[in-house]
């Protein structure tokens, strides 16, 4: 018990102290998980949305794909995205392994099925009515996703937070393509698993609190949008 | 008709971002060098109980400062490092399993190893020391003590250049264990920190460099070290280029980093390493020396 003490003291003392490299590691893991989460809504909620709206050959395989790519494994992801990026690999010559350029990739993988997922479901409990008198009225197809994307913003922004969630919780994939490496790839999970091997469980706990407290940010002010809307 | 819609839709899609892949790669193959690798950047793959002592920390902002360039450290187990540098995916290696190293010499996977430093491994157990080993000075009877107790032994279980030597000194007891029938010995799968804080936990023997134990002291309430200076228990860490016919290497960093490391001044900083902080030196330079040189000094200093 007192180790735990110990460890939220020392979070409130680097907290304080405003530690150069805590908010270094912080922001970092901010900026790569918002990206991955950023380009996974904007490949994701529109192949969830045709999923939803579309019958084509094919479909049934690519949901469930979705499906498992939900409870995909971050060390699968990163074990592939490696024996692709390293050196000799086939995309060795973009020089991206061991870089947040990578830590990107790797976290939309895993952001992606999320935000399909739930794009997916969201769009699909829509009443098909209310999408048949939209064409009905005149609506062009933009129009159509448009207001489709207003009924569905709960199911929205849960995608938002699911596939960040995915991003930021990940450490497997991050360790792996990522390498921890100080000043350059190293965030908030990997840092914390290089603390917990070192022994220093002071500061792995000072890290956790931290990692807690930003997702807990993040999807407060997500939530907040999400409930907000639904009043007007 | 919508159906037609539906798969334009996602064709376009799909499309898009291939598009959109195909352009990441042409631009960052635009910034590439000719020479297929960045030559301001040196790939070192090392061992996590180097990487945990933080020497390289020490020494690696020196390096990076004189030849400006980049070195990106990738920690891992020496069986790992060994790998990367057999497949051509790091510039430099620095690992301590003299073995499996001179394998990857022989066949032409790296060239110019050479000898930086060594200490040593120490085998820590349990203060009270149910298998009686404290002060033998054989390491090979010591385990065959700890097998035949069946006294907890936390093995590293992770082909990394601990478990490389510690296999090596059981086949030197003459008692192989494993876990499927040897109930009291352990494989952590995890780096040495991480095995010596469960050897701590379980009350479990196991095998140490001498520097991670050191440097984890404050957490070792139940765990001493029992047996040291046997010879076999030193431990040499050695660098080696790897080899530029694989290409795409960067060979001329790699050749800079190998003498950088053998330098007078850096061999003083390695040797001076943490030795005020300890009362005794983690690392003891040996640049110019060889296995058999430190080996036949050790063995005839007393222990």
């Known amino acids: 018990m007192d180790l735990i003490w110990d460890g939220i003291r020392e979070a409130a003392r680097l907290w304080w102290s405003g530690d150069g490299e805590i908010i270094e590691i912080t922001l970092r893991t901010l900026a790569i998980s918002s990206a991955a989460t950023a380009l996974a809504l904007l490949v994701g909620i529109p192949i969830g949305a045709v999923l939803a709206l579309r019958r084509f050959w094919g479909r049934g395989l690519i949901v469930a794909a979705v499906n498992t790519g939900m409870g995909m494994p971050p060390v699968v992801v990163g074990l592939v995205l490696v024996l692709i990026l390293v050196r000799q690999g086939p995309l060795g010559s973009l020089e991206i392994i061991y870089t947040p350029t990578a830590m990107v990739i790797a976290q939309l993988f895993l952001a992606l099925p999320m935000v399909v997922g739930f794009s997916l479901a969201s769009i699909q409990s829509v009443n098909p009515r209310l999408i048949g008198q939209m064409w009905a009225m005149g609506a062009n197809r933009w129009q159509v996703l448009w207001l489709l994307a207003r009924e569905t913003r709960l199911g929205l922004l849960a995608a938002v937070m699911a596939g960040f969630g995915a991003a930021i919780s990940e450490v497997g994939a991050s360790m792996q393509v990522g390498a921890n490496l100080a000043g350059e790839t190293r965030v908030l999970p990997t840092a914390i698993v290089l603390e917990t091997g070192r022994g220093n469980w002071e500061v792995a706990i000072a890290l956790g609190t931290v990692l807690v407290a930003l997702a807990f940010i993040v999807n407060l002010v997500l939530t907040t949008a999400q409930q907000r809307r639904l009043v007007t | ?73 990738i920690s891992v187990g020496t069986g790992a490092a060994l790998r990367m540098g057999t497949e051509g995916n790091a510039d430099v290696l620095l690992t301590h399993a003299p073995i499996a190293e001179q394998e990857l010499v022989e066949a032409g996977d790296v060239i110019n190893r050479t000898l930086v ?20 000075s054989d390491v090979a009877a010591a385990l065959a003590q700890i097998a035949d107790a069946g006294a907890i032994f936390a093995s590293r279980g992770d082909d990394s250049g601990t478990h490389k030597k510690e296999i090596a000194l059981w086949r030197d007891a003459d008692r192989v264990p494993s876990v499927d029938s040897d109930e009291w010995y352990l494989e952590v799968g995890q780096g040495m920190s991480a095995t010596l804080i469960v050897a701590n936990q379980r009350g479990a023997y196991s095998l140490t460099d001498r520097g991670t134990f050191l440097s984890l002291s404050d957490h070792m309430d139940q765990l001493t070290p029992l047996v040291s200076g046997d010879v076999r228990l030193l431990n040499f860490y050695s660098v080696m280029e790897v080899n530029g016919a694989k290409g795409r290497i960067n060979t001329a960093a790699a050749k800079a980093f190998r003498q950088f490391l053998l330098r007078d001044d850096i061999q003083a900083l390695i040797g001076e390493y943490l030795r005020e902080e300890y009362g005794q030196p983690l690392f003891i330079p040996a640049a110019g020396e060889t296995e058999a040189t430190v080996s036949v000094r050790a063995g005839a200093a007393p222990n």
């Open chain 2, 1 to 73: 008709m919508r159906v037609t819609t539906g798969r334009t839709t996602l064709l376009g899609w799909l499309t898009l971002t291939a598009l959109a892949a195909l352009a990441l790669v042409a631009t960052t193959s635009a910034c590439r060098s000719d020479a297929g690798y960045n030559e301001a950047e040196l790939i070192l793959a090392t061992t996590t109980s180097l990487n945990d002592s933080g020497l390289l920390d020490e020494l690696v902002p020196l390096f990076e400062a004189e030849e400006e360039l980049n070195v990106k450290i």
């Open chain 2, 117 to 136: 430093a060594y200490n040593d491994f120490v085998i820590v157990g349990p203060r009270d020391d149910p298998a009686g080993v404290a002060g033998t």
